[in-house]
């Protein structure tokens, strides 16, 4: 049976928002927003090893957020922006919902001070 107005979510999508629930992958990437870096580099301002930071960066691979690079004898790792506007192209369909709900909450607001000032001059 199909669900109406279901539509199942894209499989890249899925490894994006996976790969950004995590906010040790949210800072890494915020790391490579100013630049590649090596897995030391990245790793230096966490707590973990460097095989941990590395499942990090593969997980971030997969969904096709960062690429490696070999370069001698490291790896420099780079983000790529282009599936995260997927997700934010994703996510801009429910503005509409957003903005329509805060309309509507502004609407109340301004019916609950308006009552409240009714009752106040009572």
Known sequence: MEQIGYRPSPGPLDAVFAALADPTR???LSRLATGEASVNEIAAPF???QP???KHLKVLERAGLIERDVD???RP????AEPMAAAVRWLEEFSQFW???FDQLDD???DLKKAGMKGAEE
């Open 108 to 110: 109340l607001l301004e």
């Open 72 to 74: 001698r004898q490291r």
């Open 47 to 49: 707590e973990m090893s």
């Open 77 to 80: 790792a780079r983000l790529k």
């Open 26 to 28: 949210r800072a890494i």
């Open 99 to 101: 903005s329509s709900s």
């Open 52 to 54: 941990a930071v590395s």
